[in-house]
């Protein structure tokens, strides 16, 4: 059982949050799914009580990822794809602007993804899309090669084609931001690659002591979510979940000036001794979603009266999908990110979607 309510509905000219509620054990899994839908993430934060030894569960499960210095015909040789591509989960992002720059990915589903301006869609000869955003008619162009197609072999015409674009336009060797995972597990794999420098994510932690924690069963056992009170309650979780990852005192308690901010955790609360864990880089669907099903399992044995468990995730700002193909810009902010809430002794979880205005996501 699971259904979105966007908040607010204007596609283009605001940014989106939608907000679905899911059951855990559900076929659909929606909690799930936005995890692993959602391939170019460079931070997760959890919240939980710090009974629960969450910053152990995140270093063991977000590994290491890498930075190598590839050209693009490298991405297509056949050795390759057949080292990196076909058996395992490859992620791959270069750096640059997406609005402004080229921008080159491969999604972790075996599809390079080539956000180019016109010029370079000119010179290369290779068929794409019109981009849909930014707004203004042929200005970029998206090009999706599938590397695991048959055609994408040297003896076939159509990879001829690509290779003699890339070779004769894209020619230099670009600092890609590498993710290498085995495709069952999620953990990370050696990318055995000249050059390729492995990284580790960065980890931080610290406590807050006697957080008020907005409480959740209202949010998650609501059978109309399109009432004014479930979805004022829902957006001030979400404003809740944002000042906690940022480490505001206002989760407290403090008062801030009232000029600057009139901002006080809404009641019905509960307060919590909480551990707050971040870590950064280029991480892991599969590993974030390990983390996820460990916090929804850990809050459906916590007694009532606690606080459940946050799982925040943001997506690097300048990736050219955010959710599955879900064309992605920056414009202002480049925000695509989204968090799951877990509550005490329950089966049901809600789920945050959030985008700037240019991202077709919906």
């Given at each position: 059982?699971?259904?979105?309510?966007?908040?607010?509905?204007?596609?283009?000219?605001?940014?989106?949050?939608?907000?679905?509620?899911?059951?855990?054990?559900?076929?659909?899994?929606?909690?799930?799914?936005?995890?692993?839908?959602?391939?170019?993430?460079?931070?997760?934060?959890?919240?939980?009580?710090?009974?629960?030894?969450?910053?152990?569960?995140?270093?063991?499960?977000?590994?290491?990822?890498?930075?190598?210095?590839?050209?693009?015909?490298?991405?297509?040789?056949?050795?390759?794809?057949?080292?990196?591509?076909?058996?395992?989960?490859?992620?791959?992002?270069?750096?640059?602007?997406?609005?402004?720059?080229?921008?080159?990915?491969?999604?972790?589903?075996?599809?390079?993804?080539?956000?180019?301006?016109?010029?370079?869609?000119?010179?290369?000869?290779?068929?794409?899309?019109?981009?849909?955003?930014?707004?203004?008619?042929?200005?970029?162009?998206?090009?999706?090669?599938?590397?695991?197609?048959?055609?994408?072999?040297?003896?076939?015409?159509?990879?001829?084609?690509?290779?003699?674009?890339?070779?004769?336009?894209?020619?230099?060797?670009?600092?890609?931001?590498?993710?290498?995972?085995?495709?069952?597990?999620?953990?990370?794999?050696?990318?055995?690659?000249?050059?390729?420098?492995?990284?580790?994510?960065?980890?931080?932690?610290?406590?807050?002591?006697?957080?008020?924690?907005?409480?959740?069963?209202?949010?998650?056992?609501?059978?109309?979510?399109?009432?004014?009170?479930?979805i004022e309650r829902a957006q001030e979780v979400?404003?809740?979940?944002?000042?906690?990852?940022?480490?505001?005192?206002?989760?407290?308690?403090?008062?801030?000036?009232?000029?600057?901010?009139?901002?006080?955790?809404?009641?019905?609360?509960?307060?919590?001794?909480?551990?707050?864990?971040?870590?950064?880089?280029?991480?892991?669907?599969?590993?974030?979603?390990?983390?996820?099903?460990?916090?929804?399992?850990?809050?459906?044995?916590?007694?009532?009266?606690?606080?459940?468990?946050?799982?925040?995730?943001?997506?690097?700002?300048?990736?050219?999908?955010?959710?599955?193909?879900?064309?992605?810009?920056?414009?202002?902010?480049?925000?695509?990110?989204?968090?799951?809430?877990?509550?005490?002794?329950?089966?049901?979880?809600?789920?945050?979607?959030?985008?700037?205005?240019?991202?077709?996501?919906?």
């Amino acid at each position: 059982m699971s259904s979105h309510v966007p908040l607010p509905r204007e596609r283009h000219s605001k940014s989106k949050l939608f907000v679905a509620l899911s059951s855990l054990g559900s076929k659909k899994k929606e909690h799930l799914k936005c995890i692993t839908s959602h391939p170019f993430n460079y931070r997760c934060t959890t919240i939980a009580p710090n009974s629960l030894d969450i910053g152990q569960l995140m270093k063991a499960h977000m590994g290491c990822y890498y930075r190598a210095t590839l050209k693009l015909s490298d991405l297509i040789d056949p050795a390759f794809i057949a080292a990196f591509v076909k058996n395992n989960t490859l992620l791959a992002l270069s750096p640059g602007r997406i609005d402004t720059d080229d921008v080159f990915a491969i999604d972790g589903n075996g599809t390079l993804i080539l956000n180019v301006c016109k010029d370079t869609y000119e010179s290369l000869g290779i068929v794409g899309t019109q981009a849909k955003i930014p707004l203004e008619r042929g200005s970029r162009f998206v090009i999706k090669i599938d590397l695991k197609a048959a055609c994408m072999v040297p003896e076939k015409k159509y990879y001829q084609r690509i290779k003699a674009g890339f070779d004769a336009v894209l020619n230099e060797g670009i600092e890609f931001l590498i993710g290498f995972y085995d495709s069952e597990t999620g953990g990370s794999l050696n990318f055995d690659v000249p050059g390729a420098t492995q990284c580790l994510p960065t980890v931080e932690e610290h406590m807050v002591a006697e957080a008020l924690v907005p409480q959740l069963s209202e949010l998650l056992a609501a059978k109309d979510k399109a009432e004014e009170d479930w979805i004022e309650r829902a957006q001030e979780v979400f404003e809740w979940v944002g000042l906690a990852t940022l480490g505001s005192s206002l989760v407290v308690g403090t008062r801030a000036d009232p000029e600057v901010c009139e901002y006080v955790v809404s009641e019905p609360y509960t307060r919590a001794n909480l551990c707050v864990v971040s870590v950064s880089g280029m991480l892991s669907p599969m590993a974030i979603s390990a983390v996820a099903h460990k916090l929804a399992t850990q809050a459906s044995t916590q007694d009532a009266a606690e606080c459940g468990a946050f799982l925040c995730v943001w997506g690097h700002e300048d990736a050219p999908v955010s959710w599955t193909s879900s064309e992605h810009g920056y414009l202002t902010s480049g925000e695509h990110m989204y968090v799951e809430v877990f509550a005490p002794q329950s089966d049901r979880c809600a789920i945050f979607q959030a985008c700037g205005p240019w991202d077709t996501h919906s």
